[in-house]
Structure formats: C-alpha cells, structure tokens
C-alpha cells in the first residue's frame, strides 16, 4: 500500500499553553436548536458576497449584506466575557495571534483618497469575543474522537460573538471568521453581518501523510497541518515506517533509525516528534501514528535482529526476509516493548496498526514456520498465522489502553476483534459491500478508499472526490452510524516535499468539505466557485495549493 521552517519562532506560540480536560453538551450529530428568525434585511446566504469563499460550507449560515469594517490597528480577538477560558489559555491566545495575521497580514497601508467617491464610511465591528461555555475548556488537552467542534458564530455591530463549548469547537469558528473577512480593492477590510451555526458531519476527517517512501521535513508537514487547519481536517494519519525506511527514532530501540532510516538527516527525533503532535494539538488536530505490521517491515529487521522470517529456496536460506517472524516469542517481547514505548509518546487514545498486504510466500518456504503452523493445527491456511500474531500485538497494544485502528484486511481475514476495533476500508473495489459488512458485524469504520490522492490524472479530479456519499453503502441506521468518517491518502512513492503540498490541495479540500458539510451540498458548480477562492486564500497564507483551472487570485491582480 502506497505511503525546516524556523523552529525557533514556531516554538515561541507552542509552549504557551494552559489547563484542563474535557466535557461537552453539544457533540457531533447532536440536536441542535433553530436559530432565531432572520432580522429585517437579512437573508440567505447565497446571495451574499463573503459566503462564496467559505470552505467547508457550514451548516447553516444566515448572511445579510450590510457590511462592517475592520481597522487593523483597532480589531481586537479577545476572550468574552463568561467565557471558562481566559488569557491563561496558551491554545486560544496563539489562535487569536494566527487568525489576527491570518486576515490582515498581507495588508497594505490604504491608498490616499482610495475609495470610490462620495462612499460613506461602513459601520465598524470592533473585536471577536470568543466564549468557551464548558466548565473544562480543554486548553491543556489533546482533541479525541468525541471532542466537540460545534460553534455558533454571530457578526453584528460592533462586536461579533464566537461561541463554542470546547476550544476545538472556537478554532473552528475563528477559521470561518478569517474566511469572511474580504478586502476590497481600496484596502479596506469588511465583512457582512452574518450567523453562522456549525458543525461537523463526520468525527474523523484525516488526512494521511507516508514518512516512509521519502522522507518529509519537518516543514512540510507542518505547513500541511496548517493546511489541514484551513480545511477542518482533524486527524493526521502519520504512516512513519515502511519497507523503505524506519525514520522514527526510537527511544527504547535506536538502531531501528540507526540502520533503517536512509541517512542519520533522514529521522524525527523524540524532539521533532513532540514538535509535530504540540503545533497539530494547537490547531485541534490528533496525530494518529501508523507502525503496520507483520508485512511492510522490511526496514525494522535491519536494526533488530531475527525481528523478520528468514526466506528459504527448498531446504536453504536465501539471504532475504518476509514479514515479521509470528513464531519467535522473541518477537512479542520486543513488540511489547516498543509498543510501551508509542503507546507513551503519543497520546492519541488510538495506533494505527496496519496488518494490511500480508505476503505468504516466505513463510510457506521457512521449514520452521510449516512446523508451527502444523503445532498449531492450522493446517496451510496461512491467514490462521497472520491471524495468531496480529491477535497477540492487539492484546498487547490493548494492556497499555489503546485503541487501535486496522486495515480492512485483518477484519477481512476474520482475526478475533475487540468490539471498540476501528476498521479502514481501502480497496476501492466494491468498497460499499466492504463498509456494509463491517458495519454489519458492529464495528467502527473510517473510509478511505475512493480518496486515494497519490493516484493522478489530468482534469479536475476533485469532482470525483466531491462526488463520493460515504453513506452510500447497504445497511440500516445503526450501521450508518458505524462509519465515523473518512481519510484522505496520499502514498508517497512519487511524493516528497518538491511535491507534496501542490499534489495535496486543493485535492484534499473536497474530502474536506464531503466529510464536514451537510450531505445536501453537493452542487459541482457552488463548489467550484468556492474551492476556487479557497485555493487563493491557501495561496495568501502560505500553502503552495495547485490551480482548480485556468484562471487568476485576485491578490495577484493587486500586487500581493
């Protein structure tokens, strides 16, 4: 399966961070109540200005076209009052600091005499005050699966309102905020007076990054969790190891890195590692690492010994070696070790423990292994096998309180599963008969597989992916309910940072808006028209996003 920066001034925002864990009263799919009556002069949306870059649409938005201005050297971000969380926020305090740069920052001092003759001056709206409503605004805290990101947003003069239950909900609101702030041609910045009330459709919308086939700086994928941030993706699926190369340094087993990175410049040190879990938690991002096993692990045996099955040609070793070797208890000792030590670097409550493409062949040849598997009565069905070791690392990653998500094939293969087992489905054939027979024995899905980026074509390929209902699958609403959302792949045999990002966005924005938006949005043209602004504003902010079609910014047109 296919998988810097300065750091000093990145670190200053990081590590200012304040208290506490997490509760909530409006979670995803939750009731929400009808905002009040539209306001005289107000109407919907879609026929105002502001709303035509919003990306993802959100799930209600009530838009009307009075404007206000902003003054940059009076707008203020700041905590409402009542709000739970307050200027000890280290999380909120660096958001306010990236949303204030994020829309004025590439602002020009105002023409003299600039605006249209005779215009009378707009209203202006003053400041953003963000109140948390939960006792435990999760300042401190890392995002999980039912953290809460519902926010309701209302802009009205002088003071617009921000309110959201979690802190994950509020980075969501201030997102959409700096998406409706637009300046003019005079340089001035307005927005229309607007409520917004939001949720996501989805818990889990990803984003998968491969470390493995080139190696990613740190830069770039930071840049890409900012870009995830502008899209409302909240997981990274971080693919560290593969076959190729084992970049993660390990703290308990050096050599892995020592002897499977491709050179001592190409790992993420336990530093660079903290670095990228702290900037994704600021933006309410989880970091969910991938170490897939038994196969794709050809990188692991050169820094652990006897760690893989020897490969045999009639009664001689061939030199060569498959997947990790399920008959050495050896094996398990030094699993439960190194899964001791992810289980504590990375606080996510899931690992992803891959178990995907399990080559037989070399275990058939191993006169060791057919000695076993005769012991162990499994006859020559070598999925048996595959079955026996990957039930042992799920009881091991289990006794350290993890989660764990799987690829399709271990569900595929019948392995004894705990019921909270997350299963990803990524074959694309039939993959709709796939997530009805998950569902269907009751467990969690997450759906990846018409979302596979690293494959490319000429056109505008987005539509495709656009296009996807994720619930379009047989079942009932129980089942449904079983899918909790879906990733976007992008396998980087052909992928390194030259490429990276262009390749990933705006691609990676329809799965974006798919797994936020209401399931009605589906009209190809509203959304090219707002992927097209959307892509500009990645542009302005620094993400190297590739052109929808032909066509221009308009921040090129006035010299930015």
């Known amino acids: 399966m296919g998988r810097a920066m300065g750091l000093a001034g990145l670190l200053v925002g990081l590590f200012l961070v304040s208290a506490v864990l997490v509760s909530t009263s409006l979670r995803h799919g939750a009731p929400r109540a009808e905002p009040a009556p539209a306001p005289a002069g107000w109407e919907l949306a879609s026929g105002a200005v502001p709303e035509d870059s919003l990306w993802p649409l959100p799930q209600w938005v009530r838009a009307s076209r009075r404007q206000l201005q902003l003054a940059p050297a009076r707008f203020q971000l700041v905590h409402g009052a009542g709000s739970s969380a307050g200027p000890a926020c280290g999380l909120l305090q660096d958001a306010f600091r990236r949303y204030y740069e994020y829309v004025f920052g590439q602002r020009r001092p105002r023409k003299r005499g600039g605006g249209p003759s005779g215009a009378r001056a707009e209203p202006e709206l003053s400041e953003l005050q963000v109140v948390i409503r939960s006792r435990e605004p999760g300042c401190r805290s890392y995002p999980?699966?039912?953290?809460?990101e519902a926010y309701h947003l209302t802009v009205t003069e002088p003071v617009a309102i921000l309110k959201a239950d979690e802190v994950w909900g509020a980075l969501r609101g201030l997102e959409t905020f700096s998406q409706l702030v637009h300046e003019d041609d005079y340089g001035s910045f307005l927005v229309n007076e607007t409520e917004i009330e939001d949720f996501p459709r989805f818990a889990h919308r990803g984003i998968l990054l491969d470390t493995s086939r080139h190696y990613l700086p740190l830069k770039s994928i930071l840049t890409n969790l900012d870009a995830m941030a502008f899209n409302k993706f909240n997981v990274l699926h971080w693919h560290i190891v593969d076959d190729q190369s084992f970049p993660y340094q390990s703290i308990y087993f050096p050599e892995l890195s020592d002897k499977g990175a491709y050179s001592y410049n190409h790992i993420y040190t336990p530093a660079d590692v903290r670095l990228v879990i702290e900037y994704?938690?600021?933006r309410g991002i989880r970091v969910i690492p991938e170490f897939d096993t038994p196969g794709h692990t050809q990188?692991?045996?050169?820094?652990?010994?006897?760690?893989l099955t020897p490969c045999y040609n009639g009664e001689q070793p061939t030199g060569s070696f498959g997947p990790v070797n399920p008959i050495l208890n050896t094996t398990y000792d030094f699993m439960t070790k190194?899964?001791?030590?992810?289980?504590?670097?990375?606080?996510?409550?899931?690992?992803?423990?891959?178990?995907?493409?399990?080559?037989?062949?070399c275990w058939k040849s191993n006169p060791e292994v057919r000695e076993f598997m005769k012991k162990q009565r499994f006859g020559i069905d070598y999925a048996k096998l595959e079955s026996y070791y990957i039930q042992k690392i799920l009881d091991i990653v289990s006794s350290y309180n993890k989660g764990y998500v799987v690829w399709q094939e271990v569900f595929d293969n019948k392995v004894q599963l705990k019921p909270d087992t997350v299963v990803q489905v990524w074959?694309?054939?039939?993959y709709a008969h796939e997530l009805s027979s998950v569902t269907g024995a009751g467990f969690t899905a997450i759906l990846a597989a018409p979302w596979y980026l690293d494959y490319i074509s000429y056109g505008q390929d987005w539509k495709k992916y656009y296009s996807v209902e994720p619930l379009n699958f047989p079942g009932s609403e129980k089942q449904k309910k079983l899918l909790i959302g879906g990733e976007a792949?992008?396998?980087?045999?052909?992928?390194?940072?030259?490429?990276?990002?262009?390749?990933?966005?705006?691609?990676?924005?329809?799965?974006?808006?798919?797994?936020?938006?209401?399931?009605?949005?589906?009209?190809?043209?509203?959304?090219?028209r707002r992927l097209t602004n959307h892509r500009c504003r990645m542009l302005r902010r620094g993400v190297a996003a590739e052109p929808v079609f032909v066509g221009y910014c308009a921040h090129e047109a006035r010299g930015r």
Not at 299 to 307: A, M, P, T, V, Y
Not at 341 to 347: A, C, D, K, Y
Not at 505 to 521: F, I, M, T, Y
């Open 144 to 148: 999980h699966l039912a953290s809460s």
């Open 280 to 282: 994704a938690r600021l």
């Open 299 to 307: 990188s692991w045996g050169k820094g652990q010994k006897d760690l």
């Open 338 to 361: 190194f899964f001791k030590e992810i289980s504590s670097v990375f606080p996510d409550e899931y690992i992803h423990l891959g178990g995907d493409e399990v080559n037989f062949s």
């Open 427 to 430: 074959m694309e054939n039939n």
């Open 489 to 528: 792949c992008l396998w980087g045999e052909f992928v390194d940072a030259t490429n990276l990002t262009p390749r990933l966005w705006p691609r990676a924005s329809a799965v974006g808006e798919r797994l936020w938006s209401s399931r009605n949005v589906t009209n190809l043209q509203d959304a090219y």
